[in-house]
């Protein structure tokens, strides 16, 4: 197996990649959107990290978009202690050679596509709204 470090722009990186390993963040959308496997990876200091789930007790499940879209794990997630070299590999191996694992995770994100698509007629219906604002009557 052949890995590559690549330094493009997004779109251009996208396009060339056939697996992805993501931080949190908005571009897990953008990978998911472009059919691409992925497995997250997050961590942030251990003091943040407790703040957060025993001190706040912030309900987060998930950290990647597509698995808070479909309130589910559908990309691989790796968090805190949780990330470890071995485990990751083994998840990417299934996610690139699991015909069965990488239809369902295709499908979970049809799912997403379909969520985050816009009405056709999308802008007409925004300028509707805006002229019915009661401060432009």
């Not at 390993?21 to 691409?36: E, Q």
């Not at 957060?52 to 987060?60: C, F, G, Q, S, V």
């Not at 069965?100 to 295709?106: D, G, I, M, P, V």
Request: hydrophobic fraction near 50%.
């Amino acid at each position: 197996s052949d890995i590559q470090l690549w330094t493009a722009s997004s779109e251009a990186l996208l396009s060339q990649i056939d697996m992805a390993i993501c931080g949190a963040g908005t571009h897990t959308l953008a990978v998911a959107l472009r059919l691409i496997p992925q497995v997250v990876i997050a961590a942030v200091s251990p003091w943040t990290y407790l703040l957060a789930k025993y001190i706040l007790r912030l309900p987060i499940r998930y950290t990647a978009l597509p698995n808070i879209i479909c309130n589910q794990m559908v990309v691989p997630e790796f968090i805190q202690g949780d990330i470890r070299p071995a485990a990751i590999h083994a998840t990417i191996d299934t996610l690139l050679h699991d015909t069965s694992r990488r239809a369902q995770l295709l499908a979970d994100y049809a799912v997403i596509s379909a969520q985050c698509q816009a009405p056709s007629d999308y802008f007409e219906m925004v300028t509707d709204w805006i002229w019915e604002l009661p401060f432009l009557k």
